[in-house]
């Protein structure tokens, strides 16, 4: 035990922060009965759509306002309709978006696994969705016939202090920035949230679990996981024995969790609820030149029109891109200290380099001379290169100094060689058509518009 | 069998160049004679000494001309008075000087194990030197008792025709830089050159054998080896199972005679039996100058009066202190090219970085966040050091960018931190005294009295 474990769980002063979040986040009374208005009125139209079809079929709510995890001011609510599972799915897609549009006419037709139907009632936001009525598991006929398994899983299991906890651990997931699992935050889900209290038992075993995570942590409340999971967190769902929920949690983000809950237990502060989105201050060009002043690195930046695509596409896109980059870059010479991507109405590949320049020769070690046609093939190929030192022998290899392909960074990233790094799909069609790269005091030119994006990577936390 | 393998050996123009070497090489009969009539000469004089004291002891010529293998040329004479076991040291020490100075009555007092005198007879060089007769092996009081142990194993193994293969690689390995067991070159003795011939048969065994080598090579001529070497060749000595005669010899020495045996055997030449000492021009500052900017890099040099000390002290230490400062400079985040050491009146050590400078900043990455110890222990050191950036999280782990300490190479190599970085004990006194860091074009002063060094450096060959 080390000493930071000894004693570690919440006193006194975690408690009466968690009642001070708990003000703020568990929702009123008004705010629960209007719920359960709004929701009761929903099923009621649901119901009466349904029975115009010539089908039988249920309605499921779900997320986070079916299992009472909703934070204060949420007003999202989620209707599952459930037809028979030998409905043809045309027929199923017609009727969901039939059942849609009547509840919800101003809505908007959005595409899932299956299209389905998002819009306002009664100042609650609406997503009416299709699905079938088939077994867990390995019967489903896409992701989200999946969700009124879950829903069917957890409310049992989660009663009213277990919600209470739930909104806690998200609440406190939200302040440290790895809530959702969208693919640009790559954080925890609000189900996975909840499978995380219900193993725990409540946000400090939550809390006081994650402090001492070795991962890969393997949590499988069913014990029935049977599919290997290279994740360093694997939370196997109690409906589907092959499907990690943490799948989309980044190692950094499970980092995140993890520093932040030893620091709460050590010593708590309201501040860890609170979302850093909301609090990150612009940084601008002054403060941005002091910051490369200090650093005497080499940034260099490829900045373009943020190609029309969501978020989930674009974000993993742009790691990829920037993945690339850096790939590409350190196999020619260059040493990268650190990348960034930021996106707005542009977006930027950002890649700070010890240095932009490199010499013009390169070190190229040869196989050791003792491996005789290697070896022998090594220095026919450079024997008679008059750009190149050597071959020489070092201790018991051939090594030759040849000329660089590339000695200046942005020369690189300005050419064509950028479009063979493997830059995401979309990136590389807006790269096509036009991009800057932007170096040394040139960097400062990303404020306004990156001002929050560069103060979180000159200010970096946790 | 590789393609190079196959028909592997000698031909005709082998052996003609071999016969064009042997012409050089052979001592003539003038020579042979000449040898033979000095040698009886100075055996006639030290007899007449040892005769005038009250000891028994006897005379053993040692070495290439004890055993037909010098080069024509060679004037050197090794003789070796060899007195009881049971004689005092301080006594044998007395007597050896005592003959070696009434026999080279200008010579001079030099120290090995034992003293010594060395001197000019005849017109010869004579090293006349005490030891005891002892066994071989373990008994040996000192390791000058081992050379006629030496003499008597391979003067019945080396008859004419194997002398004549021993010249032949001799003469081979001076052609290649690879002769000679002093500390400067690191490569082949006489005595390892004799026992590889016998080993292999002759001149072309040794060149077939040692192209084929695949190090660590072990040869083990009385099968009685009784300790491990971690050297890439090990030849164990037939008067010592404890000693490997190949222990002084650099992996690139092993590495070179591989090379140049392939070679040899490929496309014969003379070349490779002229020294490289008598054919390398001196560069000059102009082509010096064009090296640098062709390309591209940092050098920095080192430069002092060379300490007075015998180059088997001073290369050691040359090299202990350029693999210091390279260590040092490593650790500080500067990429390292190559590096040599020159020698003359002046000493020189030699730095080719990749930049002479390093961002004031340098990323440190700290333990995987699960080691929740360590993890905490390193946020702890680095939390509220406002000089630092972060901590924060790269993956799983805490990592910091750090101010640095040395942000330029010739900086650090001009202040006292050189003394710290393991240098050799004379070389650390002449730094002390004063020395100059010479950098960019001002490397071009290294001429003309480097001009040897720098175009081996620049005009690297195997």
């Known amino acids: 035990m080390t000493e930071g474990d000894t004693g570690d769980g919440f006193g006194s002063e975690h408690r009466m922060i968690i009642e001070q979040v708990r003000d703020q986040i568990d929702p009123g009374a008004a705010e629960r009965k ?80 299956h299209p389905y139907v998002t819009g306002t009632f009664e100042g609650f936001e609406v997503d009416l969705v299709p699905c079938y009525d088939v077994d867990a598991g390995s019967e489903l006929q896409s992701a989200v016939d999946r969700t009124p398994h879950h829903n069917r899983y957890l409310q049992t299991r989660i009663g009213e202090s277990t919600a209470a906890a739930v909104r806690v651990l998200k609440q406190f997931l939200k302040g ?58 694997v939370v196997v769902d109690p409906t589907d024995p092959t499907r990690n929920v943490a799948a989309v949690c980044s190692a950094r983000n499970i980092s995140r969790l993890q520093h932040y809950a030893r620091q709460f237990l050590e010593e708590p ?117 008059t750009d190149t030192y050597g071959p020489f022998i070092d201790d018991d290899r051939y090594v030759v100094e040849r000329e660089r392909t590339w000695t200046d960074a942005a020369a690189f990233l300005r050419s064509e060689a950028i479009f063979d790094v493997g830059l995401g799909a979309q990136i590389e069609e807006a790269l096509a058509d036009t991009y800057t790269v932007l170096i040394e005091d040139d960097i400062t030119a990303l ?15 946790a």
């Open 269 to 385: 502060a309201q501040t860890y609820f609170t979302s850093p989105t909301e609090t990150t201050a612009k940084m601008d060009s002054e403060v941005v030149r002091t910051h490369l002043q200090r650093r005497g690195t080499s940034p260099v930046a490829v900045v373009f029109d943020s190609p029309d695509i969501v978020d989930d596409q674009l974000y993993p896109q742009l790691r990829k891109s920037i993945q690339g980059i850096r790939t590409a870059l350190e196999a020619e010479g260059f040493d990268v200290i650190r990348t960034a991507t930021f996106a707005d109405d542009q977006a930027v590949l950002f890649i700070e380099l010890m240095h932009r320049h490199c010499p013009a020769i390169e070190r190229h070690t040869g196989p050791p001379i003792a491996v005789r046609e290697h070896a022998s093939e090594f220095y026919t190929a450079y024997e008679s290169d």
């Open 34 to 113: 209007a719920m359960r208005q709004v929701t009761a009125q929903l099923r009621n139209r649901i119901t009466a759509e349904i029975e115009s079809l010539p089908v039988d079929a249920d309605i499921i709510q779900v997320g986070s306002t079916a299992r009472g995890t909703w934070l204060a001011g949420d007003r999202d609510i989620d209707m599952f309709v459930r037809f028979p599972a030998d409905l043809d799915r045309e027929v199923l897609e017609e009727y969901g978006l039939t059942i849609g549009n009547a509840v919800l006419p101003s809505g908007d037709e959005e595409y899932a696994e």
């Open 176 to 233: 440290i920035g790895a809530y959702g699992s969208d693919l640009r935050t790559r954080g925890f889900s609000g189900y996975l949230t909840e499978l995380l209290v219900v193993e725990y038992g409540d946000f400090e075993g939550v809390i006081k679990a994650a402090a001492k995570w070795e991962p890969p942590v393997e949590i499988d409340p069913k014990a029935h996981g049977s599919a290997a999971h290279d994740d360093p967190l």
């Open 447 to 461: 404020t306004p518009e990156f001002g929050e994006s560069l103060t979180r990577y000159f200010e970096p936390t």
